[in-house]
């Protein structure tokens, strides 16, 4: 089986950083794009920025220039760097897949649209 296992998230005050991690595990064969999503309390969750496997990014424009979004050489890997968080960016963080190929006793098996359980980012005035 495979996971997304999500770190990083927890409680800052504005202005402040914090950096989330999330770490594909199992025996992984191949991963396209990587990225996070959020959700605050009463919204739709939303794109915060994601990562294909090509290298190249795309951000929500109310991040952009605050947030970096990067992945390991392994490409199993994604991070979100949050640098000047404002009390906004308070939400539950998903980390996203949109493909992943692993292996399995039962031969290669594909997941798509696969999510991580969440992670909390708190962000005090």
């Known amino acids: 089986q495979v996971q997304l296992v999500e770190s990083g998230g927890g409680s800052v005050q504005a202005g402040g950083s914090l950096r989330l991690s999330c770490a594909a595990s199992?025996?992984?064969?191949?991963?396209?794009?990587m990225g996070w999503y959020r959700q605050a309390p009463g919204k739709q969750r939303e794109l915060v920025a994601i990562t294909l496997s090509g290298g190249s990014t795309e951000y929500a424009d109310s991040v952009k220039g605050r947030f970096t979004i990067s992945r390991d050489n392994a490409k199993t890997t994604v991070y979100l760097q949050m640098n000047s968080l404002k009390p906004e960016d308070t939400a539950v963080y998903y980390c996203?897949?949109?493909?992943?190929?692993?292996?399995?006793?039962?031969?290669?098996?594909?997941?798509?649209?696969?999510w991580g359980q969440g992670t909390q980012v708190t962000v005090s005035s």
């Open positions: 199992g025996s992984i064969l191949n991963i396209n794009t």
């Open positions: 996203n897949v949109d493909w992943i190929l692993y292996r399995t006793a039962e031969g290669p098996k594909q997941e798509f649209d696969y």
